[in-house]
């Protein structure tokens, strides 16, 4: 696994704990460094899984040859991008026949929403009005879409994430709140499966187990899937294989 946009990388790690082959990239120096500093805490089994190297989305090419992974993870990424266009088409680059590729975006056509609900109707207003940037533009579903297509990784599917709200469950974080319960402290913990890998890794670290309500996990798993909720969603998941 790749997993592009360490940051503190906890969601790399807990791949790792469930035993996954798991190469990191981060930009940052320092947040690299802290990655290094909390492998070191871990047991040799999980630091022998995980590896972490300097770079970004758009330094795949400098570092992997095609093909050289079965999925790659951009989570709350790819809108950050210098050149979101040429980072995915490096990530679709390095996946492997088959291989899943997960990203994370903000879902830039419902920005009104959240201000809007919670009465900040100046903030609401704006993002009604605004034109939106260039790159928001690339990050419209319909545009993403299209352009998995036109780089051999077609979507398969996609979710909402966090439809109800910050305070509630995102989607996925049923089968997350699992594995982030059994994996902190130990070697391995049972891992999910395909796609559900990728969305409890994301979703684990915004699910808190000890605090969500089952009934709001149970919510937001069945509105992050369904029409019309998804798309009102602050965020997006999107799986895409690749051809």
């Known amino acids: 696994m790749l997993d592009v946009g360490l940051s503190d990388g906890a969601q790399a790690l807990r791949l790792a704990r469930w035993g996954h082959e798991v190469t990191g990239l981060e930009a940052d120096p320092q947040k690299l460094a802290a990655v290094d500093a909390a492998l070191e805490q871990e047991p040799e089994g999980i630091r022998a899984r995980f590896r972490a190297l300097a770079g970004s989305g758009q330094d795949t090419g400098a570092h ?50 959240r201000p809007g609900l919670a009465g900040d109707w100046q903030t609401a207003r704006a993002a009604l009005t605004a034109e939106p940037a260039e790159g928001e533009r690339f990050l419209r579903l319909e545009t993403l879409t299209s352009f998995l297509s036109r780089i051999g990784v077609p979507m398969e599917r996609w979710y909402g994430v966090g439809v109800f709200g910050a305070g509630g469950a995102p989607t996925g974080a049923a089968s997350a709140a699992g594995g982030a319960s059994t994996a902190g402290g130990a070697e391995t913990a049972e891992a999910p499966d395909g796609t559900d890998t990728a969305q409890a890794a994301h979703t684990a670290d915004t699910a808190n187990p000890d605090t969500v309500d089952e009934a709001a996990v149970d919510a937001e798993e069945r509105a992050g899937r369904l029409d019309p909720y998804r798309g009102v969603a602050p965020s997006l998941h999107l799986f895409g294989v690749r051809s």
């Not at 040859?65 to 040429?86: E, K, M, N, T, Y």
């Not at 291989?99 to 879902?107: A, D, F, K, Q, T």
Request: glycine share 8%; with cysteine; aromatic share 4%.
């Open 64 to 113: 992997f040859l095609p093909g050289a992974f079965d999925v790659v993870l951009c989570h709350d990424v790819l809108d950050q991008a210098r050149d979101p266009d040429s980072t995915l088409a490096g990530l679709a680059r390095v996946l492997d026949d088959g291989g899943l590729l997960s990203l994370v975006i903000p879902n830039v056509t419902a920005r009104a929403m």
